[in-house]
């Protein structure tokens, strides 16, 4: 099956924008999708889609893709975006269709 | 607003098997497709298995397809996974969740349940 790789931890000073990518084979066909995951807590869809926020998503959560690389751009970071970041998309095999990265700890300073 | 309560999830013994249930409500389920999702404890998301909105297509991860099968009851409002041949390395919370779209093809995951804990030990 295809993997989607992300960088395990990012951090950034509160206020500041931060990217986390996620790399993959099956994102030159198919968009990636955000979750947002905090401690004892389940998944949050943050962005699906070329660029879209589900309802109370803010909008310094944003979203971008270029060739094989997805990106989940935080604008003007808030303590309260701590959490890690996992990316999915549709797989280009029939046999295991659905692929989550490995996830991003994002720490805000 | 949308609800999903998974249930069935404990501890239980190598080899055995298990069937995890999923109860939604504040939609159509009969109109979604679903997911299972499983992430072990301190790892990251794991996706499981799809089933679309009619049940009719069911896709399963390389390294569980045999062990598993999804299947819905839509008269009921509930998911099923029914996991056979348990394993250490199945130990994980299972997250029911539900697709934007009935034939999942964007694999667009817009709510998921609380999970429920399932633990294989002797």
């Known amino acids: 099956s295809s993997e989607l790789t992300q960088d395990p931890a990012v951090s950034v000073a509160l206020g500041q924008t931060v990217r986390i990518t996620c790399q993959g084979d099956?994102?030159?066909?198919?968009?990636a999708n955000w979750y947002q995951q905090k401690p004892g807590q389940a998944p949050l869809l943050v962005i699906y889609?070329?660029?879209n926020r589900p309802s109370g998503i803010p909008d310094r959560f944003s979203g971008s893709s270029s060739a094989n690389t997805a990106s989940l751009t935080i604008t003007g970071a808030q303590t309260e975006d701590e959490a890690v970041y996992y990316c999915?998309?549709?797989?280009?095999?029939?046999?295991?269709?659905?692929?989550f990265g490995g996830g991003t700890k994002l720490t805000v300073l | 607003q949308v609800h999903l309560v998974e249930s069935g999830g404990g501890v239980v013994p190598p080899g055995r098997s298990l069937r995890l249930s999923c109860a939604a409500s504040?939609?159509?389920?009969?109109?979604?497709?679903m997911h299972w999702v499983r992430q072990a404890p301190g790892k990251g998301l794991e996706w499981v298995a799809v089933?679309?909105?009619?049940?009719?297509?069911?896709f399963y991860a390389d390294s569980l397809k045999g062990r598993l099968t999804i299947s819905r009851d839509n008269s009921k409002n509930t998911l099923y996974l029914q996991m056979d041949s348990l394993g250490a390395e199945d130990t994980a919370v299972y997250y029911c969740?539900?697709?934007?779209?009935?034939?999942?093809?964007?694999?667009?995951?817009?709510?998921w349940g609380q999970g429920t804990l399932v633990s294989v030990s002797s």
């Open positions: 969740a539900k697709d934007r779209s009935s034939k999942w093809l964007k694999a667009e995951i817009d709510y």
């Open positions: 504040g939609f159509t389920f009969s109109h979604y497709g």
């Open positions: 889609g070329e660029n």
């Open positions: 099956s994102l030159r066909t198919y968009y």
């Open positions: 089933i679309s909105s009619d049940g009719d297509n069911r």
């Open positions: 999915n998309s549709r797989d280009t095999t029939l046999y295991h269709p659905v692929v």
